[in-house]
Each structure stands twice: as structure tokens, then as C-alpha cells.
């Protein structure tokens, strides 16, 4: 563990560093140490060491989906009567590489996985369901469509760190 982390957590610079490249990840080392009041190197190696630690995973750009095309954002809802490894593993192969599916979690209650798609039309959509059934043994697949984003962010909420 990096000298300036507690074991209790992060500190308050660790915090505003990730806050800050939440929003931007292009800064400059030396405008984000000016920003946090720390010097070049010494932000530097607190940026390393988050690294390190695995709570930053990834610098990337964000893209704005719609100008790409993307116009369709789909959640759907999948049960399975299946619940073992094997199925598992069919199933995590077949999603982790389709390109439109951007997140797959495994859920409590009654739907078992819930997938976030991004396609460019509703035909995009109904290929990309049938290759999923043509190589996942599902029994019952609901989609919703989005119709409106009220609110997207990528940046994880840090306050209740402090």
C-alpha cells in the first residue's frame, strides 16, 4: 500500500485526484497537482499507486453514442432454467463478445442476468437476439427500450469516502 493511504482508506488527495480525472482524464499531471496543491512528482506517484492498487482500471475517451449512429439503447432482462458452470461459461463467451453488448450483470430475484445493449435500429437489435438464442439455451427474454436518458454518468460517486 502506498505510504500516503491509510488503511482506513483513501485520503482527501487521492479523492480529488479521482475526482477530477473522473471528469477528465487528459489533464496534465502538473495542472492536477497545481489543482490538488501537491507537487508534479508526488501527484504522480499517487496516480501511480491508485493504479496499482486497481481503483483506477482505465483511462478512456467517452463517445457519444447517437453521433456514432447508436440509437438504440436496449435492457434486457434474460432467465434461464439453467445454473450450472457449464451454461455459464456458454453463456459469458457468447455475451462478453458480441461488440453491442456493453454490460451483463447477474441479478437476485426473478431475472437472472440483465444486459445493456447499444444498437443502431430495432433490425440491428433483432440480429444480434437472434445470434444470442441461436447460442444460449434461454427460456424467456424480455427487452426494454430506452426512450429518453434523464441521466448517464461514468463517474462513481466518492462522497461517502469523506
Same mark, same amino acid.
Given at each position: 500500500?502506498?505510504?500516503?493511504?491509510?488503511?482506513? $482508506?483513501?485520503?482527501?488527495?487521492?479523492?480529488?485526484?479521482?475526482?477530477?480525472?473522473?471528469? #477528465?482524464?487528459?489533464?496534465?499531471?502538473?495542472?492536477?497537482? #497545481?489543482?490538488? $496543491?501537491?507537487?508534479?512528482?508526488?501527484?504522480?506517484?499517487?496516480?501511480?499507486?491508485?493504479?496499482?492498487?486497481?481503483?483506477? !482500471?482505465?483511462?478512456?475517451?467517452?463517445? #457519444?453514442?447517437?453521433?456514432?449512429?447508436?440509437?438504440?439503447?436496449?435492457?434486457?432482462?434474460?432467465? !434461464?432454467?439453467?445454473?450450472?458452470?457449464?451454461?455459464?461459461?456458454?453463456?459469458?463467451?457468447?455475451?462478453?463478445?458480441?461488440?453491442? /453488448?456493453?454490460? /451483463?450483470?447477474?441479478?437476485? $430475484?426473478?431475472?437472472?442476468?440483465?444486459?445493456?445493449? /447499444?444498437?443502431?435500429?430495432?433490425?440491428?437489435?433483432?440480429?444480434?437476439?437472434? #445470434?444470442?438464442?441461436?447460442?444460449?439455451?434461454?427460456?424467456?427474454?424480455?427487452?426494454?427500450?430506452?426512450?429518453? !436518458?434523464?441521466?448517464?454518468?461514468?463517474?462513481?460517486?466518492?462522497?461517502?469516502?469523506?
Amino acid at each position: 500500500m502506498a505510504p500516503h493511504a491509510e488503511k482506513k $482508506g483513501l485520503d482527501n488527495k487521492d479523492r480529488k485526484i479521482l475526482e477530477v480525472l473522473q471528469r #477528465d482524464a487528459t489533464r496534465a499531471v502538473g495542472q492536477l497537482a #497545481d489543482e490538488i $496543491g501537491l507537487s508534479k512528482s508526488a501527484c504522480w506517484r499517487r496516480i501511480q499507486a491508485l493504479e496499482q492498487q486497481g481503483i483506477i !482500471t482505465a483511462r478512456v475517451a467517452l463517445l #457519444d453514442q447517437h453521433k456514432l449512429g447508436l440509437n438504440l439503447t436496449v435492457y434486457t432482462a434474460i432467465r !434461464t432454467p439453467h445454473h450450472t458452470k457449464d451454461w455459464y461459461d456458454i453463456f459469458s463467451a457468447v455475451v462478453t463478445t458480441m461488440p453491442n /453488448v456493453m454490460e /451483463v450483470h447477474r441479478m437476485s $430475484g426473478e431475472v437472472d442476468y440483465l444486459m445493456r445493449s /447499444v444498437v443502431p435500429d430495432m433490425r440491428s437489435y433483432d440480429a444480434m437476439y437472434l #445470434d444470442m438464442i441461436e447460442n444460449i439455451d434461454l427460456s424467456d427474454v424480455s427487452s426494454s427500450f430506452s426512450m429518453e !436518458t434523464i441521466k448517464y454518468s461514468t463517474a462513481l460517486p466518492l462522497d461517502y469516502l469523506r
